[in-house]
């Protein structure tokens, strides 16, 4: 061996070899998954479709053509109009962009909310457990759709975000207390017992060791919160309990659609096909991160 290889043969040796983070191991499992690849470039697609698309148009959500009512698509309006003379390509990118908005708002509100209860509950114990169980065994058992039905009025013109708030508080509860039963586990380890005999307040230990350890948890719930929220949405504006015109959602769109669905499909299938291909595209996304962080689940479900 001359001498520049037996130098790089001891560079090599010397050199410690980095394991790959655990975001890392993930992330390769996510993207190894068709599922996750699938539903991930349909996501984004789909981002780019609501906020890029109505540029491509020269009609906006708010604009009338009242020479083309209820017309099927054309070059001129490329998903056709509604009763109104609305653009409904135009609007159905509106109600998607606003859609795509309060479900992620909402899975992200509901998650963090989960996290903080959960793990502040598993944590402290005594009565600071009893009381916020007490709080979440509530809000369990409070009709959801009723009090966001009764408090619909509120949300009215710019509005939206209490109802993104509202619709988040009624989320969490099953979250937090599986978040709570991992806290009680996780408390007892070795790294949180040296974090408190080395006099870290419980605070930082709770948002800097217990909740990280939690991520995944966390990470896979927000994903699949999403859907649940959107679907949650479209379900209120449906009966015209969340966002209220003149702003849109899929649910005003599928609730107007459904008038006139028989002779003019065109003002209901569009927003529904989206509906349905954007809910799935989360559920892949889900389904495949709860696989990446858990493949030993991933290969026991393959096996029943």
């Known amino acids: 061996m001359s001498l520049p290889e037996e130098e790089l043969a001891e560079e090599l040796t010397e050199r410690p070899v980095r394991a790959p983070s655990r975001m890392r ?57 509604l009763q109104t003379g609305a653009d409904v390509y135009a609007v159905t990118l509106r109600g998607m962009q606003k859609s795509l908005i309060v479900g992620l708002l909402a899975a992200l509100l509901s998650t963090a909310l989960a996290a903080t209860v959960g793990a502040f509950a598993g944590f402290f114990l005594g009565w600071t457990d009893r009381t916020l169980t007490w709080m979440t065994d509530l809000l369990l058992v409070l009709p959801a759709f009723l009090i966001l039905a009764i408090m619909s009025p509120l949300f009215g013109d710019g509005q939206w975000v209490l109802f993104v708030v509202m619709l988040a508080l009624f989320l969490w509860m099953v979250t937090s207390k599986i978040v709570r039963g991992m806290t009680i586990s996780l408390k007892e380890r070795e790294f949180i017992q040296a974090a408190k005999f080395m006099g870290v307040s419980p605070m930082k230990i709770i948002f800097r060791h217990v ?15 999403v859907s649940a929220a959107i679907l949650t949405e479209t379900s209120l504006s449906y009966f015209g309990f969340g966002i209220q015109p003149p702003d849109v959602s899929f649910g005003t769109l599928i609730a107007d659609g459904t008038k006139t669905a028989v002779y003019a499909p065109w003002t209901f299938w569009f927003v529904a096909v989206l509906l349905i291909i954007t809910v799935l595209s989360v559920n892949l996304i889900g389904d495949a991160l709860r696989d990446a962080f858990d493949p030993s689940a991933a ?6």
């Open 25 to 81: 191991i993930v992330g390769r499992r996510f993207f190894a998954s068709k599922q996750g690849v699938i539903g991930f470039a349909v996501l984004v697609f789909l981002f780019l479709l609501a906020f890029i698309g109505p540029h491509f148009t020269k009609w906006t959500y708010t604009d009338k053509d009242f020479t083309a009512f209820l017309q099927p698509p054309s070059a001129e309006h490329w998903f056709g109009t």
């Open 211 to 225: 909740i990280p350890n939690l991520s995944s948890l966390l990470i896979v719930d927000a994903t699949l919160n």
């Open 299 to 304: 290969r026991r479900t393959k096996k029943r």
